[in-house]
């Protein structure tokens, strides 16, 4: 079986993750010995292979329950209740969370988020998903697990995933025919696709924001000493669907609705670059959308939009794989997530290099994610001065956004960048809202006061997240969810990231349970700065935003916590002598802490 499992995937070392992921699922782990066994056939080291297992959150060398539920832990499913639930399930079935019950039935853990911030709280069950968790339902759910019935027996609506799309624009309101861009591709050189993509202004919609036509060229041109276009070297096209940052779920979407649309993008990367291969890289907490992707991909390729000499053209030879990812926010990360697709645990390259020149397996490789690659296809299809229509100068065309939280309508709005936020927040139906988190966690936090604010790379950049929060929220608790978020997300590569993140949390902990005095506030935004000058890559550098930018717009809510002495611990010394005064039967002052101001 093992074998079998090895060579489905190539039987080559790249393909030592996925390889991973299918043994998790056929043994509910990855035992001592399988390991041992995948060295040998992969010709690596075992400690390569432990170490992938270790990285990855949905890989485990001890045992997972035949049902396995991950209950998302994004701060709006939170603040739906769902860690009440997650506690009530455990009640019901006798087993704590984070662990596996002695019977080996069931296991429940906390993620980090599933992708459903609209239509939570959700949750996994051996990777299928489960939306609009209630108390009544997770009843149903404990009778089911007990009785160990199959879940294709649970019913059907507890799976129902939706669009939920409520505003379309030029991405999602027209349809865009099947191989249409293709057919237009094929009469252009690289030079002319990549002038048409740079004259529609197209940028990455992961939030960054680089240009696409600037990224696409640099990879055609290549490193230095090398001729555009050169044929002896492999290039690569990688879509990034690991959709991790929280709040956020529009790629989600665009892959269940638009999966044409995503791959006719990639081809018409690959005729830019010269590239043979192409990877869409599926966030694992998507994995049920892959059965959905491959059978796209199939009926492309019969109708002769894959493979080779697509539509004719001579040497245009492509294909596409689609590579899972096992729960690991920092592969969002571009060079993580080539890191991720060698087989290897997705820690962040130095750079420079960049990846245009040194990507996958050190060749040339664009990695732009699912948005973009559907803009792009558009674009070819319907021209540059068609998407030129909406926007402003610097933000171009539309932008999709994931709004969930606080308001009567969550899902998606396509909007034309230069749209305010208040517009957005009137047809979301938020009312009064506190406060809106835009781009996720590592994005901005903004007041009622800067609703006036517009959304594009020239005021606020995004990747899509807009969490609303209502007047009745707790803003430290907010902060304290997502710092709690990127101290768990924290690769560990780098120490000011690994143990930064730590402090901070520790920090907003102290502070959230009424422990803070002004020296903590003064120490959290030394420390915070640090992590964000000092810090490897993206995450660590975003890591404090939530902090800062909630502390600096609303600093009488930190101020209402903290104590006023001058320093206070950060748990009750007096409380942990309780088990020495027990053992030595004292209880006079002199055995008990006071703390003096």
Not at 140 to 147: L, V
Not at 529 to 552: F, R, W, Y
Not at 576 to 588: F, P, W, Y
Request: aromatic share 8%.
């Amino acid at each position: 079986m093992l074998c079998e499992i090895v060579d489905h995937h190539g039987g080559e070392a790249t393909s030592l993750l996925q390889v991973l992921i299918d043994v998790q699922m056929r043994f509910r782990c990855v035992p001592a010995g399988v390991m041992t066994f995948l060295a040998e056939i992969l010709h690596l080291p075992r400690t390569q292979i432990q170490a992938v297992v270790e990285f990855y959150s949905f890989l485990s060398v001890t045992s997972t329950g035949r049902f396995d539920v991950r209950f998302s832990d994004s701060v709006t499913d939170q603040l739906l209740g769902s860690r009440d639930l997650a506690t009530r399930l455990c009640q019901r079935l006798g087993v704590k969370l984070g662990e596996t019950r002695a019977d080996d039935a069931v296991s429940v853990h906390l993620t980090s988020c599933t992708g459903l911030s609209d239509q939570g709280p959700a949750a996994l069950v051996n990777g299928q998903v489960l939306t609009r968790l209630d108390g009544d339902r997770i009843v149903q759910m404990a009778d089911f697990i007990d009785q160990e019935i199959d879940l294709d027996a649970w019913p059907k609506a507890w799976f129902r995933v939706e669009d939920q799309v409520q505003l379309e624009g030029l991405l999602l309101a027209e349809e865009l025919p099947l191989g249409a861009c293709l057919e237009r591709a094929g009469t252009l050189d690289a030079v002319g696709i990549i002038s048409e993509i740079d004259r529609s202004g197209l940028r990455g919609r992961g939030g960054a924001g680089f240009k696409t036509a600037v990224k696409w060229r640099f990879c055609y041109e290549g490193a230095e000493g090398t001729l555009p276009g050169d044929p002896s070297i492999t290039r690569y096209v990688v879509c990034n669907a690991d959709e991790g940052e929280p709040g956020t779920f529009k790629d989600r979407v665009l892959l269940s609705r638009n999966a044409h649309d995503v791959f006719e993008g990639m081809t018409v990367c690959a005729r830019a670059i010269g590239a043979l291969r192409g990877f869409l890289y599926l966030r694992g907490e998507y994995r049920y959308l892959l059965d959905t992707l491959l059978k796209v991909l199939e009926a492309r390729r019969s109708r002769g939009l894959l493979g080779r000499n697509i539509l004719g053209v001579e040497g245009f030879d492509f294909n596409i794989e689609i590579h899972l990812g096992a729960g690991a926010y920092i592969c969002g990360e571009e060079s993580a997530l080539i890191e991720s697709l060698e087989g290897k645990p997705g820690h962040p390259r130095n750079r420079p290099p960049y990846p245009v020149t040194h990507g996958y397996l050190g060749q040339p490789t664009v990695v732009n994610n699912v948005e973009t690659f559907v803009a792009a296809a558009r674009i070819m299809a319907f021209g540059a001065d068609w998407f030129l229509s909406e926007g402003t100068a610097q933000s171009t065309g539309t932008k999709m956004l994931s709004v969930s939280g606080d308001c009567e309508r969550p899902g998606i709005y396509e909007v034309p960048f230069g749209t305010p936020v208040s517009v957005v927040m009137h047809r979301c139906g938020a009312d009064d809202p506190m406060g809106v988190q835009v781009g996720g966690p590592s994005g901005t936090f903004i007041g009622k006061a800067e609703f006036e604010r517009i959304l594009g790379f020239e005021d606020l950049s995004t990747g899509g997240s807009m969490m609303v929060f209502s007047q009745a929220r707790d803003v430290v608790a907010i902060a304290r969810g997502f710092t709690h978020f990127f101290a768990h997300e924290s690769c560990g590569f780098c120490t000011p990231c690994r143990v930064g993140t730590s402090l901070l949390r520790q920090l907003i902990d102290k502070i959230a349970e009424g422990h803070g005095t002004p020296h903590d506030l003064v120490e959290m935004t030394q420390l915070a700065a640090i992590v964000k000058n000092a810090s490897h890559c993206g995450l660590g550098q975003t890591a404090a935003n939530p902090l800062m930018q909630t502390l600096e717009r609303f600093p009488e809510r930190y101020q209402e916590r903290l104590k006023t002495t001058l320093f206070e611990p950060g748990f009750d010394l007096d409380g942990a002598l309780e088990v020495s005064r027990q053992m030595t039967g004292r209880a006079d002052a002199n055995a008990h802490l006071t703390q003096v101001g």
